[in-house]
Nanobody
Framework: QEQLVESGGGLARPGGSLRLSCAAS????????MAWVRQAPGKDREFVAG????????YYADSVKGRFTISRVNANNTVILQMNRLNPEDTATYYC???????????????????????WGKGTLVTVSS
């Protein structure tokens, strides 16, 4: 059974940076599309960034493009979200998500309110405040 555990959340100042990590247990990480999804208080879940199983393709929400970078190290079963130039609108719980389907299928489903991905982590809270 694959499990996803996020770490690296916390408090950051506007303009600051945080680095989120997601460690996957199990043996099938390298065939999974991985993504980060966030949920701010009182709002729906929002796709943030995703990366294909081999790491060749990545995709970002417009709100984070140019500020966030997703990467993965399959040898270590790890996916990283580097977040720079944070602003208060980035405040949310960030979830690591893994799915056996393709990246753009995952994005379409999340955007359409379908959160039935194969695996979700429990989330890590990011707060951006001065």
């Amino acid at each position: 059974q694959e499990q996803l555990v996020e770490s690296g959340g916390g408090l950051a100042r506007p303009g600051g940076s945080l680095r989120l990590s997601c460690a996957a247990s199990g043996s099938i990480f390298d065939i999974f599309t991985m993504a980060w999804v966030r949920q701010a208080p009182g709002k729906d879940r929002e796709f943030v960034a995703g990366i294909s199983e081999a790491g060749r393709k990545s995709y970002y929400a417009d709100s984070v493009k140019g500020r966030f970078t997703i990467s993965r190290v399959n040898a270590n079963n790890t996916v990283i979200l580097q977040m720079n130039r944070l602003n208060p609108e980035d405040t949310a719980t960030y979830y690591c998500v893994g799915d056996s389907r393709a990246l753009f299928s995952l994005i379409a489903r999340i955007s359409g309110g379908d959160y039935g991905m194969d695996y979700w982590g429990k989330g890590t809270l990011v707060t951006v405040s001065s």
